[in-house]
């Protein structure tokens, strides 16, 4: 069983993002988080379900979606690392030319 490691950039996107829906749906907003962290969960038994994000074919990166979002982690030994948190609707690459 493997541990998942969230960084704290992660936990604040997931905020962002959680925020936003509350906005307008506070019951939607706590469903998608515990959605997320239980999809998280589920990587500590079965840590390559995710899939290769398929803008990088040839990376060590998986990742899980949770409508909305898209999850973002990678194994590191005996270790889950979730790395990015996005709203689905965003392209991955640009995200990646503004913020990489």
Not at 38 to 65: M, Q
Request: aromatic share 10%.
């Amino acid at each position: 069983m493997a541990d998942v490691t969230w960084t704290e950039t992660v936990l604040q996107e997931l905020n962002e993002i959680a925020e936003y829906i509350a906005l307008d749906n506070p019951l939607a907003a706590r469903r998608l988080v515990a959605e997320v962290f239980g999809r998280a969960d589920y990587l500590k038994d079965f840590p390559t379900s995710g899939r290769i994000p398929p803008e990088f074919p040839d990376t060590v990166y998986r990742e899980v979606v949770v409508a909305p979002c898209r999850i973002f982690y990678r194994e590191d030994g005996d270790r889950v690392l979730v790395l990015h948190v996005m709203r689905q609707e965003r392209e991955l690459c640009q995200y990646m030319l503004e913020n990489g």
